[in-house]
């Protein structure tokens, strides 16, 4: 234990159990960069306002400088005997450039440290999950450009519903990604406020110029309030919730991909070096990294309310519960990153089965283009609707499709059926005839992908 940092009151070393039990250092050395840059931010504020002397104030920065490219290239450096990666740097800092780094921690504490160099770290994991995003949704529009008119079963209740085209149900997912994308900009948003000038929670008793921390570190604005500053956490919240929904999109696509694996879906076909295979049974090709985008959500969403339990009940200002804040984090962003790349490898090379798609689409797919048709032709829907119930029932009755039923058969449920119905009853025209905006038919789908093009390059 290097306890040098607050040893002064004390009269024996820390007990090694308690050590081990508290300390941080295993995981909060990757903020290392984070907190290099801001005491260097710090330490700049300190010479331009007078605290340190210039002079002082250049040696420390030089310090930090020198010392970020020593960690690069060494990072077992920062394996040594403290508690956490804050009081790891300032000791390799001491032993480089001597006493003067004893200065660095003027008008600062641990506390407002922490939770700038986590913000610091917070922000680029939104533009890490940010750029995996957009580029998931560059090959999901890929592959809808190329299924722009394949015929997809489309289901309610997982049950058969009306045809959709497949590039449809992927253009999907690409929404899905959008309001990803947008929820992780207001998270940076909202990480990008600053601490330091808090102290340990009453604020610094010296005359910080905040703001300039601030622009150096690109953050927009200070914490108004030096209590909340070093005890809110809400920041990780919206980053863990960010990276939860993400996961929670990217386990329904897992679980289509499971699902239309399967034999008797049959929609997917995995490459050999994207499937696994069993240790017992030889025939197995199966699909783990669909279903691992699938489980790894529930982990992911476990640590957004594992940190809002930690945080439910703590009183004002610091606790040390607080560091139970970056692990969570960690693993939600780095699980994240990983299962968005994992989904673009899948997605990109998956191989659709158009034909078996195609023939998963039943006649009785078509039953609401009846409906649609009376409708047209003036009969309320709610009429049409049951109308066409009966027709249903019966064709099940004769043990026919509802496409082999004649004009006349239908004409004895309604005579408002003409003889053209029947150009009507094809999946084309069932796709053809949602060509509104956000519609399924291959025109509607692809100019949703020309605009979703056009938003991508925007954002
Ligand atoms: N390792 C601590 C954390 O992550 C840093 C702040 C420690 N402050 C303190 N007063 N013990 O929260």
Known sequence: ??????????????????????????????????????????????GRCGILRPEEADRIVAGLETLEDEIAARPELLDGPDEDVHSAVERLLHERIGPVALKLHTARSRNDQVATDLRLYAREACVLLDRAAASLQETLLDRAEQEAQTLLPGLTHLQPAQPVTLGHHLMAYVEMLFRDRQRLREAHGRASVLPLGAGALAGAAFALDRASVAAELGFHALCPNSLDAVSDRDFVLDVLYAAAVIMMHLSRL?????LWNHPAFGFVELPDRLATGSSMMPQKKNPDAAELMRGRAGRVAGHLVGLLMVLKGLPLAYNRDLQEDKEPLFDAVDQTVASLEM??????????????????????????????????????????????????????????????????????????????????????????????PGGTAPSAVRQAIAQARVRLREM
């Open 1 to 46: 234990p290097e306890a040098s940092m607050w040893g002064g009151r004390f009269t024996e070393a820390p007990d090694e159990r308690m050590w081990r039990y508290t300390a941080s250092l295993s995981y909060d050395r990757r903020l290392w960069r984070h907190d290099v840059r801001a005491s260097r931010a710090h330490a700049r504020m300190l």
């Open 254 to 258: 897992g679980e289509e991909l499971v």
């Open 343 to 436: 989904a673009a490898e899948l997605m990109g090379s998956v191989r659709f089965r158009r034909d078996r798609m195609r023939q998963a689409c039943t006649p009785d797919m078509l039953a609401t283009e009846l409906a649609d048709y009376l409708a047209r032709r003036g009969m309320p829907f709610r009429e049409a609707h049951r109308i066409v119930g009966n027709v249903v029932q019966e064709a099940a009755r004769r043990g026919v499709a509802l496409t082999g039923l004649s004009p006349e058969d239908l004409r004895r449920h309604s005579p408002l059926f003409g003889n053209e119905v029947k150009e009507r009853l094809t999946f084309e025209a069932a796709l053809e005839a949602r060509s509104l």
